[in-house]
C-alpha cells in the first residue's frame, strides 16, 4: 500500500508564488507517473501538472508557463512550484500517483488527501 502525503500549501496572495510537494511511503517499484489534480478525486477534475517516469511533463491549460512540476526518485517524491498565482487558482489540490508495485503488473492509482491553496486577490 502507498500513502501520498501533500505539504506546502497554504495562503498567498496574488502574483505571489508556492511550493507544493507530495511525498509517498510505502514500498514500490517505481512511479508510472505523479502529479497533481484539483477539485474532488473521484470526478478526476482538472490536470494541474504531471510528471511520467521518463521525464515528460504535461500541464493544464491555465497553469502553463506559470507552474513547474519536478520529481525527486530517490526521495519518492513530486514538487509543484506555483509561481505568478491568480485567485483562479484557489481550489484544493489533490496529489495522484500511478504506481507500479511489480515490473510488468499493472499498476495502481493512489490520491493523497488533498490540500487548500488559496490566492487573495
Known amino acids: 500500500q502507498v500513502q501520498l502525503v501533500e505539504s506546502g500549501a497554504g495562503l498567498v496572495q496574488a502574483g505571489g508564488s508556492l511550493r507544493l510537494s507530495c511525498a509517498a511511503s510505502?514500498?514500490?517499484?517505481?512511479?508510472?507517473?505523479i502529479g497533481w489534480y484539483r477539485q474532488a478525486p473521484e470526478k478526476r477534475g482538472d490536470l494541474v501538472a504531471l510528471?511520467?517516469?521518463?521525464?515528460?511533463?504535461v500541464y493544464g491549460d491555465s497553469v502553463r508557463g506559470r507552474f513547474t512540476i519536478s520529481r525527486d526518485i530517490a526521495k519518492k517524491t513530486a514538487y509543484l512550484q506555483m509561481n505568478s498565482l491568480k485567485p483562479d487558482d484557489t481550489d484544493v489540490y489533490y496529489c495522484y500517483a500511478d504506481v507500479r508495485h511489480y515490473p510488468g503488473r499493472p499498476s495502481k492509482e493512489y490520491w493523497g488527501q488533498g490540500t487548500q491553496v488559496t490566492v487573495s486577490s
Open positions: 510505502g514500498t514500490f517499484y517505481g512511479f508510472k507517473a
Open positions: 510528471i511520467t517516469s521518463t521525464g515528460i511533463t
